[in-house]
């Protein structure tokens, strides 16, 4: 029998947490038709054994070879759920699983198809998580459009073929929305409750950010240009290449003046722009290329229907 919801777990040595989570779940989703789906990311403290010992007819564990990272984990406990919607949550207990059945209750009965989760009174510390955290939110709305408080919280619960078409790389997760966002899926955002650590270490630092920086460059990317790549690479292009050939027009009158311009810093930029103008159209031709190939190889549509209603008949949804 297809469960209503698939709560999916990842864990990295989080031995001292599973018990208790394991023990909430059963009394914060009673009246849910769930299963729990842990995706141990290569532990190295018993975390998978403690699982073991208190799983029951609801849980599954799958075990990686070794650590992928948190992104992955997700990726692999995605693949394997079985239910129509899909809850990520951390398994370090700061988030709380009493949100769940609101969360999913919205995404229901309001038709959404993300519901995210926002840390309203987060409990953390402000000079190496909130600080951060609160410049990286900012960032990313900024520059991808997709306004979401907290891109932090793991909490989140989708319609399964949201989830499924999410394609989480590398460190991804923390771009879940704008992945989503990309799908044309329509996202809205609920305050949870969040705790502190009890057990265990945080596998965050303030290492992370550089990773998110870099990560957001690639989304500013996807959420704009990955149709179209062209626009980004040959508009750059086409400006340098303008600029250059201005540059070196003025340039050639100068010497057909008289003037000697060999040597002049002028010269080597106007160079610079011109080749750089034509690298770059090359690489947006390169680029479009590369993007018809991922497209049509794959059978891939340029685009996602939500639903088609034929006269008064029953809508006919996409899963």
Partial sequence: MIPELSIIITVLNEVENVNHLVEKLRVDLSGIDYEVIFVDDGSTDGTQKAIKT???????????????????????????????????????????????????????????????????NRQDGLLLRKLPSRIANYLIRKLTGVHIKDYGCTLKIFKKEIA???????????????????????????????????????????????????????????RKYIQKPMHLFGGIGFVMLFIGIITNIYLLILKLSG??????????LGLIFLLGGIQLITIGFLAEISIRIYFESGNKKTYQIRRIVHGQKKDVEYR
Avoid: C
């Fill in 259 to 268: 003037h000697d311009i060999w040597g002049k810093p002028l010269l080597i």
């Fill in 54 to 120: 208190i799983a029951d007819e609801r849980t599954t564990l799958i075990e990686l070879r070794k650590n992928y990272g948190q992104s992955t984990a997700m990726t692999a406990g995605i693949e394997h759920a079985t239910g129509r919607y899909v809850a990520l949550l951390d398994g370090d207990m700061q988030n709380d699983s009493s949100d769940i059945p609101h969360m999913l209750h919205t995404l229901k009965t309001e038709d959404w198809d993300v519901v995210a989760g926002n840390r309203k």
């Fill in 164 to 222: 499924d078409d999410l394609g989480l790389y590398g460190e991804m997760h923390r771009f879940i929305p704008v992945l989503a966002k990309l799908q044309g899926a329509s996202i809205v955002q609920v305050d949870v409750k969040h705790h502190h650590r009890r057990f265990g270490k945080s596998k965050y630092g303030l290492g992370r950010t550089f990773k998110v920086m870099s990560d957001l460059i690639t989304m500013v990317f996807f």
